[in-house]
């Protein structure tokens, strides 16, 4: 297994029984194409991968709407013949689930791990929109972890790289904030050493309520990491027009409070 990749058949399979029929997804909520775009550069080098939809698993059933990817091998970030990064693994759940007190709740799930190229090298990873009809009155509570480990003992640093100063944002209607964490620089000078941090700002499952109607959600991390080291995080973000005091069933349930080792 290679370095920092974490297998995703517990959650594939978590996702299988939570959700057995799979189908096409109601009209009331929808995701962009394509699904997932993961951007690399290093020095004069650049390239993406994107998922087109169609490679998309879909679940829903009268509860539910999850649109499931998690990539199967690590995937090379190439400019021509050159690598410029390595996706190792990915899992991306994003959707709407229908709470035991009623509610709806949609949200974005994300676990990731990607390696450096050969020099220092900066990646943004964009979440599908997810798309809904309106909400007024509505709450959003989000949190995400980064890790990093020094792959070729010199040190490691992750450095944000958002327009803002910060590695990861919520927002919601197309570019509106919601939160935004990891505004330092994460490093570690020791060899071989690893450097983690976790983001949540409010209490484990309280919500911050949304001015006026919302009808879309996305979250995005931009960070740099050193050459040829290894960098990972979690993310989950959700948004309700009614916060229960019922936890996240499936959806944000599948990758919250999961940890990594390294």
């Not at 990731?112 to 959003?140: C, N």
């Not at 949304?210 to 989950?236: C, E, H, K, L, Y």
């Amino acid at each position: 297994m290679a370095p920092g990749t974490v297998g995703n058949s517990r959650w594939i399979a978590a996702a299988c029984a939570l959700l057995a029929t799979a189908g096409i997804a109601s009209a009331s909520v929808s995701v962009s194409d394509p699904y997932i775009t993961i951007n690399a550069q290093a020095g004069p080098f650049s390239g993406s991968y994107a998922v087109p939809i169609g490679d998309v698993t879909v679940f829903n059933d009268p509860d539910s709407d999850i649109w499931f990817w998690s990539n199967p091998f690590q995937v090379p970030i190439m400019d021509g013949s050159h690598v410029v990064a390595t996706l190792v693994s990915m899992t991306v759940i994003a959707g709407r689930q229908t709470q035991p007190d009623g509610s709806e709740r949609f949200g974005i799930d994300v676990d990731y791990t990607v390696i450096a190229g050969d020099a220092q090298t900066r990646f943004e990873l964009i979440t599908p929109t997810l798309s809904f009809d309106p909400l007024t009155g509505a709450s959003g509570t989000t949190s995400a972890t980064r890790i990093g480990t020094d792959q070729d003992f010199n040190g490691i640093s992750i450095n944000p790289a958002l327009p803002s100063g910060f590695g990861y944002e919520t927002t919601y209607n197309g570019g509106n904030l919601f939160k935004n964490y990891f505004n330092s620089i994460l490093a570690n000078a020791n060899a071989g050493g690893s450097v983690n941090e976790d983001a949540n700002m409010s209490p484990p499952g309280a919500f911050d309520p949304i001015p006026g109607s919302v009808s879309s959600m996305q979250a995005r991390f931009m960070f740099s990491v050193s050459a040829n080291d290894s960098s990972g995080g979690t993310s989950t973000y959700s948004i309700t027009p009614a916060p229960g005091a019922c936890g996240l069933l499936g959806l944000g349930g599948l990758l919250a409070g999961r940890r990594r080792r390294r």
